[in-house]
């Protein structure tokens, strides 16, 4: 993990792309500006600017990630994600100008450059979450992807009970409960807004429920209720004075690393004085910082039913290693500070808090994830 390169600068890269005549990986970040009056319907034309302002030419970005003198194309998500953003943009009245993380691109050009970006991540400011998608079209992804999309579905897949319920209503369950804690430390209210947390889910989820048939109650249903007072009590022994400040499910993003993730929780103590936050139900926070030296703690939280990852030599298994490693690399891109990072299993006997250091995924590696470097490295 401390041997990465630094990431390549932007006019190196492009020199390079434009030296080559086939696709090339790159992992750059760009600002792209549409020109209307040359995209359609099977065709964005793109001006293209680094970070300074410095003007990189013009790009394409053809569907199925089609480029003049390739072979054939296929389907390919890049093409419509943009173009759904940049109307979306348009739709709002605002220029439609976003970041890219460029990926793969070719100069498919021969007496002049004619570059094509193929593959590339829209940066977390013009980006909609999955969740959000839900929520606004009041529908699952699937339907989403289906008539927004334009995502064809497969017609043998079965429609299996949906396990992530448990794990949507343990997740807003937690933080409802650390909001609470850390307000008045109390467990009997803590233990209360869990309880709402959960009930909340349920309610936003029903649908998926019904998917799920049973004469009696499953882990589906019991799971998130059991975990109540062990999670509650977890939050005690962690914060007893409730002397920290949190980030849950926030969205962040590391421009160097091209990486951008929602964690479950972040959790940032001062060494010296009482981080106090009163972060309510409906979204708004209230700060007071006492302190300006902190510690930073992340937290990405899995049930038991997730599968896992394993280490041959001892046999052991944890859930959400992958997950948690790529949260703890972009914290640690940002300043070069590594967060103490820990995967909560979630179970009918309890919690379980697995230091990223002894995750079944990084042990058999023997990667050293907690070492300090260049924030840039």
């Given at each position: 993990m401390t041997d990465a390169r630094p990431p390549e600068p932007i006019r190196a890269a492009w020199a390079r792309l434009l030296a080559a005549r086939r696709p090339l990986y790159l992992d750059v970040p760009v600002?792209?500006?549409?020109?209307?009056?040359?995209?359609?319907?099977?065709?964005?034309?793109?001006?293209?600017?680094?970070?300074?302002?410095?003007?990189?030419?013009?790009?394409?970005?053809?569907?199925?990630?089609?480029?003049?003198?390739?072979?054939?194309?296929?389907?390919?998500?890049?093409?419509?994600v943009l173009q759904r953003a940049l109307?979306?943009?348009?739709?709002?009245?605002?220029?439609?100008?976003?970041?890219?993380?460029?990926?793969?691109?070719?100069?498919?050009?021969?007496?002049?450059?004619?570059?094509?970006?193929?593959?590339?991540?829209?940066?977390?400011?013009?980006?909609?979450?999955?969740g959000r998608l839900e929520q606004l079209y009041r529908c699952p992804l699937s339907a989403y992807y289906q008539h927004f999309i334009g995502v064809g579905r497969d017609a043998l897949r079965d429609a299996t009970a949906p396990a992530f319920a448990a794990g949507q209503a343990l997740h807003r369950g937690y933080q409802r409960a650390a909001q609470e804690w850390v307000r008045g430390q109390d467990p009997v209210t803590a233990l209360a807004a869990y309880d709402r947390g959960?009930?909340?889910?349920?309610?936003?989820?029903?649908?998926?429920?019904?998917?799920?048939?049973?004469?009696?109650?499953?882990?589906?249903?019991?799971?998130?209720?059991?975990?109540?007072?062990?999670?509650?009590?977890?939050?005690?022994?962690?914060?007893?004075d409730g002397g920290v400040r949190l980030f849950q499910e926030r969205l962040f993003y590391s421009p160097a690393r091209g990486l951008a993730g929602r964690a479950d929780r972040i959790a940032q103590r001062s060494a010296e004085l009482k981080v106090l936050s009163a972060e309510s139900e409906d979204g708004s926070t209230q700060h007071s910082v006492l302190s300006t030296q902190h510690s930073r703690e992340l937290y990405e939280l899995k049930t038991t039913g997730y599968s896992a990852d394993r280490d041959p030599r001892t046999g052991r298994v944890a859930p959400g290693g992958v997950q948690a490693l790529a949260y703890h690399e972009i914290l640690r891109s940002l300043d070069g500070q590594s967060p103490e990072t820990y995967v909560e299993v979630v179970a009918p006997e309890g919690v379980e808090a697995v230091p990223l250091p002894t995750h079944p995924l990084v042990t058999p590696a023997q990667a050293h994830v907690l070492g300090t470097r260049d924030p840039d490295r």
């Open positions: 600002l792209a500006r549409k020109l209307p009056e040359r995209s359609g319907p099977s065709r964005l034309v793109l001006e293209l600017t680094a970070e300074d302002g410095a003007r990189l030419g013009r790009a394409h970005v053809f569907p199925g990630e089609w480029y003049p003198g390739a072979r054939r194309s296929s389907f390919s998500h890049y093409f419509l109307a979306g943009l348009e739709a709002e009245g605002r220029e439609p100008r976003l970041r890219l993380q460029v990926l793969k691109a070719v100069n498919a050009g021969r007496d002049r450059p004619y570059l094509v970006l193929l593959k590339f991540v829209v940066a977390p400011e013009f980006a909609v979450t999955g959960v009930v909340s889910a349920w309610a936003d989820d029903f649908a998926y429920y019904l998917l799920a048939p049973s004469q009696r109650p499953t882990r589906l249903h019991t799971l998130p209720i059991q975990a109540g007072p062990t999670i509650v009590r977890r939050l005690g022994e962690r914060w007893p």
